[in-house]
Nanobody, 125 residues
Framework: QVQLVESGGGLVQPGGSLRLSCTAS??????????MAWFRQAPGKEREFVAG????????YYAESVKGRFTLARDTAKNTMYLQMNMLIPEDTALYYC????????????????WGQGTQVTVSS
């Protein structure tokens, strides 16, 4: 099982930016179905997909609510995934989780076997 370490959350004003990082302890070369993703969960709401990447091919996926504002990137040498969040709005406030696993669909949480502890993002003036 992959161990995940997240960082980068915090408090930011509306319109501001944050960058989240997730480093994975990948010991063997991932297969073509391996993916990493960010999910988030706001108080009283269900967990939802934010953005994800197929690790081998670099294919990116975004939730409609973050397209144009969030950018996902990876550093394969460091086994690290970054989520650059710009133009943040209060509705982005949530606990953000990094996930990894061999999945069929990147944007559903089914199949992700490793989860981080979560990092809090709060957007407020």
């Amino acid at each position: 099982q992959v161990q995940l370490v997240e960082s980068g959350g915090g408090l930011v004003q509306p319109g501001g930016s944050l960058r989240l990082s997730c480093t994975a302890s990948i010991r063997t070369t991932p297969n073509s179905s391996f993916a990493m993703a960010w999910f988030r969960q706001a108080p009283g709401k269900e967990r939802e997909f934010v953005a994800g990447i197929r690790w081998s091919g670099g294919y990116l996926y975004y939730a409609e609510s973050v397209k144009g504002r969030f950018t996902l990137a990876r550093d394969t040498a460091k086994n690290t995934m970054y989520l650059q969040m710009n133009m943040l709005i209060p509705e982005d406030t949530a606990l953000y989780y990094c996930a990894a696993g061999t999945v069929i669909g990147v944007s559903t949480d089914y199949g992700y076997t490793s989860w981080g502890q979560g990092t809090q993002v709060t957007v407020s003036s």
